[in-house]
């Protein structure tokens, strides 16, 4: 299926491990131009070479910012919008990923997966209001934040549902003006180096229970998530916003009506 994205312009955060970087390629498979961003500078320089040398014919940008320094974020967006002639998706994909029933922690998860999407998604709508490719906004939030886990209290869960109650917020408001918002919520999604391979080796009993509660028998790939992003973003799904979708291999087991 053609997904219509050629030539339009889509701002990554967190563009260079994991879901991020396959969010990215899956764009730029799609003919779609990318600007990106993340913290390590040897990993954006590493990657934006990779993707030029697979991608030669398309505008290709990479940026070493912390998305908690707010005004850096606003600052970014700002340079995309001008040096692309416009922005017209936006995914944030960062995420402070941290559990502990501690004030710091919450602290550090509402500025990392809200606040800082807030100022994100703020600063880019003058440039997604301009856009006329089907302007779109994916949030990546979590499993987590439809589904009790743990057996105590902590900001993850709250602040993923926090996220989605924002971007289907958004959504409603947006609609007017032809922007759609969606959410995509991964459950385990396993990849070197990421948290699962992490807990894989240094925590191997957790690991096994984890997987225990996957009912397809197996963690997620970093792709399947990044395809349904792109979708979400193509016009070919033009009448689909608000949606909440759910990559975890059934390891939900509610229901919403």
Request: proline share 4%; with cysteine; charged share 20%.
């Amino acid at each position: 299926m053609h997904l219509q994205l050629d030539k339009s312009t889509v701002l990554v955060t967190g563009g260079t491990k994991g879901i991020g970087r396959s969010i990215v390629e899956h764009f730029l498979a799609e003919g779609a131009n990318v600007a990106f961003c993340a913290r390590t500078a040897a990993d954006v320089t590493a990657c934006l070479a990779e993707y030029r040398k697979a991608y030669p014919g398309l505008k290709i940008e990479g940026k070493t910012l912390d998305i908690d320094d707010l005004e850096a974020v606003k600052v970014w967006v700002n340079e995309v919008g001008e040096e692309f002639g416009g922005i017209d998706s936006v995914v944030s994909n960062v995420s402070a990923m941290t559990s502990a029933n501690t004030v710091d922690s919450w602290k550090r998860m509402f500025h990392t997966d809200l606040l800082s999407v807030v100022v994100l998604l703020e600063a880019a709508l003058p440039y997604l209001e301009k856009s006329t490719k089907s302007p779109s906004i994916i949030t990546i939030s979590s499993v987590s934040g439809v589904e009790l886990d743990g057996t105590v209290p902590g900001p993850y869960g709250a602040t993923k549902a926090a996220l989605i109650h924002y971007t289907q917020q958004l959504a409603f408001v947006l609609a007017p003006k032809g922007i759609r918002a969606n959410i995509v919520s991964p459950g385990n999604i396993y990849f070197k180096d990421g948290v699962w391979h992490k807990c894989e080796v240094q925590r191997p009993e957790a690991f096994a229970r984890a997987m225990a509660n996957n009912p397809l028998g197996r963690m997620g790939k970093p792709e399947e998530v990044a395809v349904q992003v792109v979708l979400c973003a193509s016009p070919r799904s033009g009448f689909t916003s608000g949606a909440n979708i759910l990559v975890d291999g059934i390891e939900h087991k509610g229901v919403h009506f």
